[in-house]
């Protein structure tokens, strides 16, 4: 079972570079998420999407841009790439209903120099 | 507004020790809660969850209890070993909106 896999697992760019982390899930889950995970810090949202065709802004959305258009993908965009952009990026998916539990892809890390 | 707020860390225990990470909650209605454990260099997996008042969730040892009257979902578990070494985050999924409200994770390191 594949679940959720994110690539790359390993980036380093430039400043005022973009790029785009690639998440795919094999579930056929609705609901995935973008989070960002700071050193030592816990987690914060950046985007999420209910749907194909549907996202919307988390807690910390600037930066960055994401797309919908297949329940299977949601890639993360980064446009002009900044030293505060350095973190470790998650992806998740879940199924529909409050109960179900989030599945997490193994993290792209991200070095902006 | 929802939120959780979990003990700090970091946690240092003797292999066998007893653990408890204390974990409360803040949401209207009913939440259901999860405990996730990160590894070192990996992402988070589920350890347990409780989707109701008074329910258990328990895995490879963990429990934790969904006690409303306290909003609180602590973790604990009888006897750690070096394997435990983590980072352990709470977090809630309130009953409406799509959203995941995590804490800010508690490291726990075990010593043999």
């Known amino acids: 079972n594949a679940g959720v896999t994110q690539t790359p697992k390993f980036r380093i760019l430039k400043i005022g570079q973009s790029m785009t982390l690639q998440c795919a899930q094999d579930?056929?889950?609705?609901?995935m998420y973008w989070y960002r995970q700071d050193p030592g810090m816990g987690l914060k949202l950046i985007y999420y999407?209910?749907?194909?065709?549907?996202?919307d802004k988390g807690e910390v959305p600037n930066g960055y841009n994401v797309s919908r258009s297949t329940t299977e993908d949601f890639p993360l965009r980064l446009e002009l790439a900044a030293p505060s952009q350095t973190s470790v990026y998650f992806c998740?998916?879940?199924?529909?209903?409050?109960?179900?539990?989030?599945?997490f892809g193994e993290g792209s890390r991200l070095t902006v120099l | 507004g929802n939120s959780v707020t979990q003990m700090e860390g970091p946690v240092t225990l003797s292999e066998e020790a007893f653990l408890t990470i204390n974990c409360t909650y803040t949401?209207?209605?009913?939440?259901?809660l999860f405990w996730y454990v990160q590894y070192p260099g990996e992402g988070l997996q589920l350890l347990l969850k409780?989707?109701?008042?008074?329910d258990k969730g328990s895995n490879k040892g963990f429990e934790a209890t969904y006690r409303k009257e306290t909003t609180s979902f602590h973790l604990e578990k009888g006897s750690v070993q070096v394997s435990d070494s983590a980072v352990y985050f709470c977090?809630?999924?309130?009953?409406?909106?799509?959203?995941?409200?995590f804490g800010t994770g508690t490291s726990l390191t075990v010593i043999p």
């Open positions: 998740a998916s879940r199924v529909e209903g409050f109960t179900g539990e989030l599945f």
């Open positions: 579930m056929n889950h609705n609901y």
């Open positions: 999407s209910v749907g194909a065709g549907i996202t």
């Open positions: 949401a209207t209605g009913y939440p259901s």
């Open positions: 409780a989707t109701k008042a008074d």
């Open positions: 977090a809630l999924s309130r009953n409406t909106g799509n959203q995941f409200y």
